[in-house]
């Protein structure tokens, strides 16, 4: 593993590389709380994890660690820098597997609805080395990705909270 700059929350909003979808689900911010804390949910949503591994003990919050997986042989270990139930939760990645990442962090957002919750992803990165010059052509790809990870999240969520009448 690699070390990354040790970024706080406010680099999701400064970072050279963002981006910044929402997607509105139609449960409660504690049910998408129940999945964003659930490891085996991850890999059904955000298709490019493999594997979520939890490596501090419950509770979660402030410093709380995971190691994540991901296609390709990447992996992130993560620091939760935000945690709060049921309205934000983001982290930074300490070490990567690789040195394309100097820097990376995401944010997760929670807003109650009428009709559920409005959630808002943001990811953004520092990218080192030759990575740097290409982020800019895979950018629109990289984001068509996020987007269709958000609609994935909403199917998931769809089906594991899914009203079954007798």
Same mark, same amino acid.
């Given at each position: 593993?690699? &070390?990354?700059?040790?970024?706080?929350?406010?680099?999701?909003?400064?970072? &050279?590389?963002?981006?910044?979808?929402?997607?509105?689900?139609?449960?409660? &911010? %504690?049910?998408?709380?129940?999945?964003?804390?659930?490891?085996?949910?991850?890999?059904?949503?955000?298709?490019?994890?493999? @594997?979520? #591994?939890?490596?501090?003990?419950?509770?979660?919050?402030?410093?709380?660690?995971?190691?994540?997986?991901?296609?390709?042989?990447?992996?992130?270990?993560?620091?939760?820098?935000?945690? %709060?139930?049921?309205?934000?939760?983001?982290?930074?990645?300490?070490?990567?597997? #690789?040195? *394309?990442?100097? *820097?990376?962090?995401?944010?997760?957002?929670?807003? *109650?609805?009428?009709?559920?919750?409005?959630?808002?992803?943001?990811?953004?990165?520092?990218?080192?080395?030759?990575?740097?010059?290409?982020?800019?052509?895979? @950018? &629109?790809?990289?984001?068509?990705?996020?987007?269709?990870?958000?609609?994935?999240?909403?199917?998931?969520?769809?089906?594991?909270?899914?009203?079954?009448?007798?």
């Amino acid at each position: 593993m690699r &070390p990354c700059e040790r970024v706080g929350v406010e680099f999701v909003d400064n970072a &050279p590389v963002r981006f910044s979808n929402s997607v509105d689900l139609a449960i409660t &911010p %504690e049910q998408l709380f129940e999945v964003l804390a659930d490891a085996e949910s991850w890999p059904n949503w955000a298709t490019v994890i493999t @594997k979520v #591994t939890w490596t501090s003990p419950e509770p979660r919050g402030v410093g709380t660690t995971r190691l994540v997986d991901m296609r390709g042989g990447l992996t992130g270990d993560e620091e939760f820098l935000v945690w %709060e139930p049921n309205t934000r939760m983001a982290f930074r990645f300490n070490s990567c597997s #690789t040195g *394309a990442v100097a *820097a990376f962090a995401e944010d997760y957002r929670v807003v *109650a609805t009428s009709e559920g919750c409005r959630l808002t992803w943001t990811l953004a990165q520092r990218l080192a080395g030759p990575a740097r010059f290409t982020a800019f052509a895979a @950018k &629109p790809f990289m984001n068509m990705a996020f987007r269709r990870f958000l609609a994935n999240l909403r199917r998931y969520t769809d089906r594991r909270f899914a009203v079954t009448t007798s």
